[in-house]
């Protein structure tokens, strides 16, 4: 038998509180750390809804004001924005509402807070595992409305306006301190949106799976979130009243064990793929896991077959460790055929995005599958523009 040993980083996550109703322990998160300045965060369209007022009234007299111009892919103005916000109202920490772009708007707010330079071109959340040494933490309590699960890492992407490239922070004290999961709070959620972030929470799972980083505990969480997701995903946006609530607080479990080892594993290339088609053609990011992710499993199978084991477990498929290609196929063609259950793009045509502007990225991309080196083989720009034309 091979030897087994390795490493596992915890994050400085400290406490998820779940369960319908539990918007109301926001209050008591903020006093037991010491916040009476508490910034919330958020976008236009929570910043009109009367759910926005739950989160007010249970951050109770902590409450210190709201920011609500957090945009999606976190252009950069929006990051300066903020930190000029929390200094002109004195915040001690800052309550993100909402899905991905707020969580990263404030990582990346933090970031600026705590000293560090803004505007990295690159994402390499390899860096979520070293400290810089700078300034102290901010207070980061995550309150997610999508399945995203952006709350459970310490990095955040960030794009450049005038490039289109996203790039980002990583640094362990941009970790949320706390996540409040309560699908009360996402019932206003979209269902082309809460459906497309929970493929992204998928993408997280089937990829720290065949990540060269893969363990037993990312890759038993893993199996975990693929179950429920299958389970519960679509339930959850056909039933109503308490049975909808629960399906939806499975969902939400399911995006944090996605999730859990990330900072562990890394993201493979559909996740690569997603942090620039995402900013290049204005592409949601969950959206773009509906494309790429079956189309990258493909290509993994046929590289690192082995590693699929997890998978179909989650999706109960039968798989052979001594002829694995097979099964791994199979994996991805189950994952395209649950993808087309709901009412998401599924091809790059289907999102606006030109076929003659597809290999635009590919330079980019190659260079954070280059440095997240969870692959296990050398990728190489044709075989990247190929999945790209194979997603088209």
């Known amino acids: 038998m091979d030897k087994t040993a390795g ?11 779940f369960g319908a109703g539990k918007v109301e322990s926001l209050g008591r998160e903020l006093s037991r750390r010491g916040s009476n300045r508490a910034l919330i965060v958020t976008g236009k369209t929570l910043g009109r809804s009367k759910l926005l007022d739950k989160v007010k009234s249970a951050a109770g007299s902590a409450l210190a004001g709201v920011f609500t111009g957090a945009e999606q892919h976190v252009p950069s103005h929006t990051v300066n924005e903020l930190v ?21 708007t404030v990582k990346n707010a933090a970031w600026q807070l705590m000293g560090g330079r803004a505007g990295s071109r690159t994402i390499d959340f390899s860096a979520g595992a070293a400290e810089s040494g700078r300034g102290g933490d901010i207070l980061h309590i995550a309150i997610p409305t999508t399945l995203s699960a952006g709350e459970f890492t310490p990095g955040g992407g960030v794009t450049n306006e005038s490039t289109k490239v996203k790039g980002g922070v990583a640094d362990p004290r941009l970790q949320a301190k706390v996540v409040i999961l309560d699908p009360a709070l996402t019932i206003e959620t979209p269902a082309w ?3 497309s972030t ?3 929470a998928l993408d997280h799972a089937v990829e720290g799976s065949y990540s060269t980083r893969h363990q037993l505990v990312t890759d038993t969480l893993a199996t975990k979130a693929i179950e429920l997701l299958n389970a519960h995903l679509l339930p959850s946006l056909q039933m109503h009243g308490d049975d909808e609530l629960e399906h939806r607080m499975r969902c939400q479990l399911a995006a944090w064990l996605s999730i859990f080892g990330m900072s562990n594993t890394r993201g493979g290339i559909s996740h690569a793929l997603g942090h620039q088609i995402g900013p290049m053609w204005n592409v949601p990011h969950g959206v773009t896991s509906c494309i790429t992710l079956p189309h990258v499993m493909r290509f993994m199978a046929e590289v690192a077959a082995d590693r699929f084991g997890p998978i179909a477990q989650g999706f109960d498929l039968r798989f052979d460790p001594r002829s694995p290609r097979s099964s791994a196929v199979e994996c991805a063609d189950r994952i395209a055929k649950f993808i087309g259950k709901f009412e998401v793009p599924t091809r790059l045509r289907d999102v606006g995005v030109p076929r003659e502007e597809i290999s635009r990225i590919a330079g980019t991309v190659l260079e954070e599958v280059k440095r997240a080196n969870t692959v296990g083989v050398e990728v190489t720009l044709e075989q990247l523009v190929g999945i790209l034309d194979a997603a088209y």
């Open 193 to 195: 949106l809460w459906a």
């Open 84 to 104: 000029a916000e929390a200094r002109r109202v004195g915040a001690d920490s800052m309550v993100s509402f909402g899905g991905g772009s707020p969580i990263d």
């Open 198 to 200: 929970g493929m992204r």
């Open 7 to 17: 490493e596992y980083h915890f994050t400085r996550l400290e406490t998820v509180v």
